[in-house]
């Protein structure tokens, strides 16, 4: 009766399949980040979304900017740094896998 070694064979073997599964995750998120590349590039996406919000700041109705319209421009900076922090990470990746 050897209860602490199949224990530990247990874990193991969980330890692998928790791992395995973690593995798949990323890399599906991975090609999904690719994709998403693939269309436009990380700088096209900022600038578009660069331009919006610069076009909204410098209009004649600044003065009546909303909270609301405020957490939307800030939601748009995020966006961006989103998009960059992405394609630096799916950059190194590349660079990694080659």
Known sequence: MN???ESKSQ???GTKSD???MADALLKQHHIVKE???TDTASEMI???NVMVESFLFSENLVRVTPEMRV???NQLRVTTLIAKL???T???KNFNA
């Open 72 to 74: 939307h421009i800030v």
């Open 47 to 49: 600038e578009s979304l």
């Open 3 to 5: 209860t602490l070694q």
């Open 91 to 93: 950059f190194t990746l």
């Open 11 to 13: 874990e193991a073997a």
């Open 19 to 21: 791992f395995n599964g």
């Open 87 to 89: 394609e630096r990470a």
């Open 36 to 38: 998403f590349f693939e």
